[in-house]
């Protein structure tokens, strides 16, 4: 968990009205409105259809751009692609682009530092989920420098000089005028309006908050985040948040294709028509030695004698090196040459016998 560390004040700091206001009224509004003109008017297909499409613009818009693009760097974006997410980003209000990925990239950097990550889960489900954004906190200070290769994206300094119009048309104007297009003036704006940014802020929330608390930690014990496939369903694909804080320039969450990660397949589909490219990822020996690592840190915990140990790091470092042999061989590989494809079943072979060894130790170890 967390550690409270010099800095971090047991004062209040000041609010932040604007914040406080539509993050504590616009869920009250959606719980009692919402129901209540339901009730008494009801809402026909095509609101629920405008929500929908608003509920996947606005949250990949956040995951897909905000977050795997600007923030991560893991793929480029045409320009087309970009303008589309900061729109619909700016839409899911949780500020500018320059802010949010400020804000992410300190989380990265200073993981778990109550006095630097601006959502630290160690001081609390509440202040990792939305208690950061109320108040006016040294974690979260207005600090850019980190984000200078964002900013130079013409894109994002637009959406960052135009957010609140920008905000204000997809919010509220063009909900409005698909309702007046539709005959029905709030029915739309209460469900593509109203409820869709409360369910848009709190399904991103729960990034910072739960998924930094419920879940398994496979690929990382350094930190407290979590993969939660159960997560991954609201979040557009982002529950798989340990693998996520260990390859954080992969532009995949749920690296298996059965994984639910929304995100990964715009991003995949996107490439097919150019408008997405120079997607990163790493090479999955790579991966299976970061899940080795952990496996053998627990392995090691429950060791009872030297001997054990000893046998657990030995044939750790022999799987940890057939894992390496590989990576370092895909990355000088001609598939053409007749000796490479021969050289390379023997290191997967060595490679298999290696997994086979580990299993058996760390079994004992169990
Ligand atoms: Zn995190
Ligand atoms: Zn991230």
């Known amino acids: 968990m967390g550690r409270r560390e010099q800095g971090v004040s047991d004062q209040k700091p000041p609010l932040r009205l604007a914040n406080s206001l539509i993050l504590l009224l616009t869920p009250f509004l959606a719980l009692v409105a919402v129901p209540w003109y339901g009730y008494r008017v009801g809402f026909d297909l095509f609101e629920w259809s405008i929500f929908a499409v608003y509920m996947a613009l606005t949250g990949l818009s956040i995951t897909v751009g905000y ?13 087309v692609f970009r303008l589309c ?30 006095e630097r990550d601006p959502y630290s ?15 006016r906190h040294e974690s979260a200070k207005d600090d850019f420098s ?47 309006g109203l409820l869709r940014l409360v369910l848009n802020h709190h ?12 879940g398994r930690q496979t690929y990382g014990l350094d930190n407290t985040s979590r993969d939660n496939y159960f997560l991954a369903f609201f979040t557009y694909g982002e529950g798989f948040h ?3 804080h260990r390859f954080q320039w992969d532009y995949r969450n749920g690296i298996k294709w059965w994984h639910f990660d929304p995100s990964k397949w715009v991003i995949r589909l996107s490439s097919w028509v150019g408008l997405t490219y120079r997607l990163k990822y790493p090479s999955p020996y790579k991966v ?21 140990r000893q046998g657990l790091q030995d044939c750790y470092q022999a799987l940890r090196s057939a894992l390496e042999a590989l990576v370092t061989f895909q990355q000088h590989l001609n598939k053409k040459d007749i000796t490479v494809k021969k050289e390379q079943a023997k290191l997967k072979a060595d490679l298999k016998h290696q997994r086979r060894a580990w299993r058996e130790v760390s079994k004992l170890a169990a």
Request: hydrophobic fraction near 45%.
């Open 242 to 244: 340990n693998y996520h």
């Open 288 to 308: 299976e030695q970061a899940r080795l690592q952990v496996d053998y840190d627990r392995a090691l915990q429950r060791a009872l004698s030297d001997g054990e």
């Open 67 to 79: 977050h795997r693009l600007w923030a991560h760097k893991t793929y480029k974006g045409h320009f």
């Open 121 to 135: 889960a160690g001081r609390g489900f509440w202040f990792s989920h939305m208690g950061w954004i109320l108040r």
């Open 85 to 114: 997410c900061a729109i619909w980003g700016a839409c899911a209000l949780q500020n500018s682009i320059i802010h949010w990925t400020s804000d992410h990239r300190n989380h990265h950097r200073f993981v778990d530092r109550d």
């Open 203 to 214: 399904f991103t929330f729960l990034i910072n908050s739960l998924a930094h608390i419920w």
């Open 146 to 192: 980190n984000v200078k290769d964002v900013m130079a994206d013409p894109v994002v300094q637009w959406q960052h000089k135009y957010y609140l119009p920008i905000a204000g048309v997809t919010n509220v104007v063009i909900p409005l005028l698909l309702g007046y297009w539709h005959g029905n003036l709030w029915g739309t704006l209460l469900l593509a």
